[in-house]
């Protein structure tokens, strides 16, 4: 059972765009959502993270929009570059006290100059 | 900081043989993961341990895997008698709080 669902699962955009990539989550027990980013031949790298007390995180261009009544989160790149070409994996735990990340699938996004 | 250390960075083995893992947390650290990531599966979840206990194995199977943490400054994971379905990445991440937690660079394991 997918406990953590990405969409698209890969998303291409013109430099300078906006990019959507969306996430949603079935358990209402968790309550810490991070993303992270995955460049080729490396490991992923916490990027930005939100908990559901406030419905958005700002960190420059990286934003993420949550929902909790519908169980969505989404994380919008505004002007992206080609340096943000990267896989991008959302998150989920219960942090409660320390807890395994429960990730999606991921979204591979192309940033095309 | 030197983040995660993992190593070997890549290892090979044979069908049936022993393959150990390790991994150093950032020191001060009370948490450590070990996830692997496949292109089927994706990134999943093995084993914790905070302050050096094991916590949550609920990730490992059951047969052939197994984790240690002997002391706060390493921790291992080992597989016995590989099989080339364990073929995958193995990370370890590790965490000073609740949440933030930091992937070192992976084992990339491969079964022949």
């Known amino acids: 059972q997918q406990q953590v669902r990405q969409s698209p699962q890969s998303l291409t955009v013109w430099e300078g765009e906006t990019a959507i990539l969306n996430c949603s989550y079935e358990?209402?027990?968790?309550?810490?959502f991070p993303w992270y980013w995955q460049f080729p031949r490396e490991s992923p790298a916490l990027l930005i993270a939100i908990r559901p007390v406030s419905n958005k995180k700002e960190d420059g261009r990286f934003t993420i929009f949550f929902n909790k009544r519908e169980k969505k989160l989404s994380l919008h790149i505004t002007d992206s570059q080609p340096g943000d070409s990267a896989t991008y994996f959302c998150?989920?735990?219960?942090?409660?006290?320390?807890?395994?990340?429960?990730f999606g699938q991921g979204t591979s996004l192309s940033v095309v100059p | 900081n030197a983040g995660v250390i993992q190593t070997p960075r890549h290892k090979v083995t044979g069908k049936g043989q022993e393959a150990t893992l390790w991994c150093e947390p950032i020191s001060g650290h009370s948490a450590v993961f070990w996830y692997r990531q496949t292109i089927v599966q994706g990134l999943e979840f093995l084993t914790y341990f905070r302050n050096q206990a094991p916590i949550d194995d609920s990730g490992m199977p059951k047969e052939r895997f197994s984790a240690q943490m002997p002391n706060q400054s390493h921790s291992t994971l080992k597989i016995q008698s590989t099989q080339p379905q364990d073929s995958a990445v193995y990370l370890c991440?590790?965490?000073?709080?609740?949440?933030?937690?930091?992937f070192g660079p992976g084992t990339r394991l491969t079964v022949l």
């Open positions: 991440a590790s965490s000073h709080d609740r949440d933030e937690q930091y």
């Open positions: 358990d209402s027990t968790f309550d810490y």
């Open positions: 998150a989920a735990s219960t942090s409660s006290s320390f807890s395994k990340l429960v």
